[in-house]
């Protein structure tokens, strides 16, 4: 069984701050997927990365695969309140069309 | 157009009874799914079909958790007896195999308790 190991499990910060969540497995993934949940919603897809060491920017948010296609970041700039959510990774090995989700990280921005 | 549609959104049940749980996939899409969400052990899959064939259910819990899914646009997903323990947040997905790097579209959840 592949596991996401995501860090940290918890995040406070308040409007305006920077934030880094990372994504992390001892397994290849194919791609690699963030999704962010918001209360009483199902996780919606923010990004899909696929090659190592691509950069992905949606806004204020940007995504890293890691060059090994094992880990995989999220950094958020100048937080906002409706950042607020469980953010999610989920990865697939291209060998099953399931994805492995990671352990979370719920991320709280306050004004 | 509609997303994956799920019924009920919240059902409490006593300890004992049989649950069922319905999804609506998007049209179209020829994979579901389905998963449990709790605090404790997050999202976990269940079980998938594609083309209405169970292709995985080795995450189902036990005996007690059945899935069907009789055509492309309905599936269900069966508790018999339900017990507290199954208490979570249940949700079905769907996904076209044309859908670049399988990107999965979540219903709204049914939020279960068993008492």
């Known amino acids: 069984t592949q596991l996401l190991e995501q860090s940290p499990q918890f995040l406070s910060i308040q409007e305006g701050e920077n934030l880094t969540v990372y994504c992390n497995s001892s397994?290849?993934?194919?791609?690699l997927q963030w999704y962010r949940q918001e209360p009483g919603e199902g996780p919606v897809l923010l990004v899909t990365v696929v090659t190592g060491g691509e950069v992905k920017k949606l806004k204020r948010l940007t995504f890293q695969f890691g060059d090994a296609r094992k880990d995989s970041s999220l950094h958020i700039t100048a937080a906002q309140p409706g950042d607020t959510g469980l953010y999610l990774c989920a990865g697939d090995t291209g060998t099953a069309s399931k994805l492995t989700f990671g352990t979370g990280t719920r991320l709280q921005v306050t004004l | 157009d509609a997303g994956v549609i799920q019924s009920p959104r919240h059902e409490v049940t006593e300890m004992g009874q049989e649950v069922t749980l319905r999804c609506k996939p998007i049209?179209?899409?020829?994979?579901l799914f389905w998963y449990r969400q709790t605090m404790m052990r997050g999202l976990e899959l269940l079980i998938y079909f594609n083309n209405n064939v169970p292709i995985d259910d080795s995450g189902m819990p036990e005996d007690r958790f059945s899935a069907k899914m009789p055509n492309a646009s309905f599936s269900t997903l069966k508790i018999q007896p339900s017990e507290p323990r199954d208490s979570a947040v249940y949700f079905c997905a769907s996904r076209s195999t044309g859908s670049s790097s399988y990107e999965q579209y979540f219903g709204p959840g049914t939020r279960l308790t068993v008492t």
């Open positions: 049209s179209g899409h020829d994979y």
């Open positions: 397994s290849v993934f194919s791609s």
